[in-house]
């Protein structure tokens, strides 16, 4: 159990309720015992009266009415405090399942982008949910039966050795031969419940990409191989699980047999016991009674464990991310007010799932509220030197300033809060197109929405659907084009009025009127911001204050539109194919 270790701070943190929870489980035990001593009673007084003419019938029924009475009163009493101690300690599961998404959510949330290229979605899902539950099914059920079966076997034990001793060791002959049984199934469940996990992330994770790939899929009409491929992992899946199934379907048997044997012992030795006058009958009637009552918790004892075993698995697929180190560390606490003058001074970077070095030495700056344009062919770097800029990635050797600080001495989220990205991907949220703006900015009024979606040239199209900025996306923002979906990532970056704008071939699915006019609209609402564009596009790049063009991860030119016509290099090869 060293990986549930982890959850020993929520155990603590809800301490009270445990401590309150654990004291009505033994209060309700206590009142459990009531019925099994009083019919035991019972029996004795029966058999006294058939047997001895000392006690009169109505003493008799009076004593038995009364002990009827107290059994039902117990059992009520009983079933409340187990209906209380229920509230308490599953409740108390409840929290702490709430508490440890919480907890993984954030920690997602700090892992740096790299992590998410190494592990997949549904992998993602699956720790946070299927995991989860599995580890909240220890906490609840797996705690409150475990400390219930410790409660009713120390009071229970402990008075049936009191009234019997000889015939309480017979009854517990089986206990230390299952306990070993337990242990011994328990190891090889704990290895089968980590496989059947990783299965169904596996499983998760295809069946995720499938829905989201689904339009490739038909385009390619591949439908019958994605479904032969998901019945075969589906299958294997089912494999697993009925491996692990039928090492768990040896639990209950064993344990029915082994009590079955308690209730032989106890009827054989308690009844030669009764026949040499060692013991009353009513004494062997609690007995068995007890040893039923034994019955349940001594079968849960193979299901807890086996829960238990299914959270340790579950908790240490857990544990593996939230032991997981963000390459980007926030070094400071201290929120410096950014104007947007950046500098790159000999960035160097290897990307480390690849090693492909991607920028070699480059040094460039741009002056607050000035712009910049970077070009380059496919694969040169452009996409890099922002993702760096966003602090996405920490380059290997060189520094970042921005206004002559180190980027690593700024504070993560204020250094992202004052810069507005666009990405060369645009990803839109399964919401509205008021809210997926809103995301920029989530205070912003309808007001100040709309002049966003009219700076970027998208308020016609909007005026076209029905429901206007109400207009509900579908998953990625399915029901737009490529240069909708562009433009309404602009606005979402231009809305909240960032320090830094940067433009990742944002414009690329537009037509080049619609792109000088979005720019002459940035330009317009940007006077004290510093923009930064990646493009392909002379189009896009001409106005700019200077232009940065990098091949192959190093700077081939610099300058400005006229300073770079005037090489006759990349730039004015570039300007001419495309004038054509």
């Known amino acids: 159990m060293v990986e549930l270790k982890h959850l020993n701070k929520y155990l603590l943190k809800y301490k009270f309720k445990i401590i309150i929870g654990i004291f009505i489980t033994i209060i309700a035990r206590i009142f459990a015992l009531v019925a099994p001593n009083l019919i035991g009673d019972s029996i004795t007084l029966i058999e006294n009266y058939l047997f001895s003419s000392d006690i009169e019938l109505v003493i008799v029924k009076k004593k038995l009415l009364?002990?009827?009475?107290?059994?039902?009163?117990?059992?009520?009493?009983?079933?409340?405090?187990?209906?209380?101690?229920?509230?308490?300690l599953i409740n108390v599961s409840r929290y702490i399942e709430f508490d440890l998404k919480n907890e993984i959510y954030k920690k997602y949330q700090t892992l740096s982008f790299d992590f998410y290229k190494n592990n997949r979605t549904g992998d993602l899902m699956n720790r946070i949910s299927e995991d989860v539950s599995k580890v909240r099914m220890y906490i609840g059920p797996a705690i409150m039966?475990?400390?219930?079966?410790?409660?009713?076997?120390?009071?229970?034990?402990?008075?049936?050795?009191?009234?019997?001793?000889?015939?309480t060791m017979y009854t517990l002959i089986p206990l230390p031969i299952l306990s070993f049984i337990i242990y011994k199934i328990s190891i090889i469940i704990n290895l089968k419940s980590k496989t059947v996990q990783e299965y169904l992330s596996k499983l998760t994770t295809y069946t995720q990409e499938s829905f989201s790939g689904v339009k490739i899929i038909k385009t390619y009409t591949v439908e019958n191989n994605i479904n032969k491929e998901l019945n075969k992992l589906a299958?294997?899946?089912?494999?697993?699980?009925?491996?692990?199934?039928?090492?768990?379907?040896?639990?209950?048997?064993?344990?029915?047999?082994?009590?079955?044997?308690s209730n032989i012992l106890v009827v054989f030795i308690g009844g030669r016991q009764y026949m040499n006058n060692e013991i009353e009958l009513g004494v062997l009637a609690e007995f068995i009674i007890y040893v039923n009552m034994l019955t349940w918790p001594v079968a849960t004892v193979g299901w807890v464990t086996s829960i238990i075993q299914q959270a340790e698995a579950s908790q240490k697929r857990i544990n593996e991310f939230l032991k997981t180190k963000s390459s980007i560390v926030d070094c400071?606490?201290?929120?410096?007010?950014?104007?947007?003058?950046?500098?790159?001074?000999?960035?160097?970077?290897?990307?480390?799932?690849?090693?492909?070095?991607?920028?070699?030495?480059?040094?460039?700056?741009?002056?607050k509220g000035k712009s910049l344009a970077i070009m380059g062919d496919i694969g040169s770097g452009k996409t890099t030197l922002l993702e760096l800029l966003c602090r996405i990635y920490d380059p290997i050797n060189g520094e970042i300033l921005i206004d002559n600080t180190n980027i690593k001495n700024i504070n993560i989220k204020e250094l992202k809060n004052s810069i507005g990205y666009v990405p060369q991907s645009t990803f839109l949220f399964s919401e509205?197109?008021?809210?997926?703006?809103?995301?920029?900015?989530?205070?912003?009024?309808?007001?100040?929405?709309?002049?966003?979606?009219?700076?970027?040239?998208?308020?016609?199209?909007?005026?076209?659907?029905?429901?206007?900025?109400?207009?509900?996306?579908?998953e990625r923002g399915v029901n737009l084009s490529g240069?909708?979906?562009?433009?309404?990532?602009?606005?979402?970056?231009?809305?909240?009025?960032?320090?830094?704008?940067?433009?990742?071939?944002?414009?690329?699915?537009?037509?080049?009127?619609?792109?000088?006019?979005?720019?002459?609209?940035?330009?317009?609402?940007?006077?004290?911001?510093?923009?930064?564009?990646?493009?392909?596009?002379?189009?896009?790049?001409?106005?700019?204050?200077?232009?940065?063009?990098?091949?192959?991860?190093?700077?081939?030119?610099?300058?400005?539109?006229?300073?770079l016509i005037k090489k006759n290099g990349y730039y004015s090869k570039t300007l001419l194919k495309q004038s054509k």
């Not at 009827?68 to 009983?78: C, F, K, R, T």
């Not at 039928?246 to 029915?256: E, H, R």
């Not at 309808?446 to 900025?469: R, T």
Request: hydrophobic share 45%.
């Open 235 to 261: 299958n294997t899946s089912r494999e697993k699980n009925m491996s692990l199934v039928k090492i768990q379907a040896w639990f209950f048997p064993l344990m029915i047999l082994l009590i079955g044997i």
């Open 432 to 474: 509205s197109i008021e809210k997926n703006i809103k995301f920029g900015k989530n205070n912003a009024s309808l007001n100040e929405v709309e002049i966003a979606a009219k700076n970027a040239c998208l308020s016609s199209d909007i005026d076209m659907f029905k429901d206007g900025f109400k207009t509900l996306l579908g």
């Open 145 to 167: 039966y475990t400390i219930n079966t410790f409660a009713l076997f120390t009071i229970v034990i402990s008075y049936m050795i009191s009234v019997a001793p000889k015939l």
């Open 66 to 88: 009364s002990n009827i009475l107290m059994i039902v009163v117990s059992a009520i009493i009983a079933g409340i405090f187990t209906f209380i101690m229920r509230q308490m």
């Open 332 to 367: 400071s606490k201290n929120n410096i007010k950014i104007e947007g003058k950046i500098e790159f001074k000999n960035i160097e970077f290897t990307y480390p799932e690849t090693q492909i070095n991607a920028c070699k030495n480059i040094s460039f700056s741009v002056k």
């Open 483 to 563: 240069g909708q979906k562009q433009r309404l990532a602009i606005a979402r970056a231009i809305i909240k009025r960032p320090k830094i704008l940067i433009l990742d071939d944002s414009l690329s699915a537009v037509d080049t009127e619609t792109e000088e006019k979005i720019l002459s609209n940035i330009n317009n609402i940007s006077k004290n911001i510093t923009l930064i564009i990646a493009t392909h596009r002379i189009s896009s790049a001409k106005n700019c204050d200077k232009i940065l063009i990098i091949n192959n991860g190093k700077v081939l030119e610099y300058g400005s539109h006229h300073e």
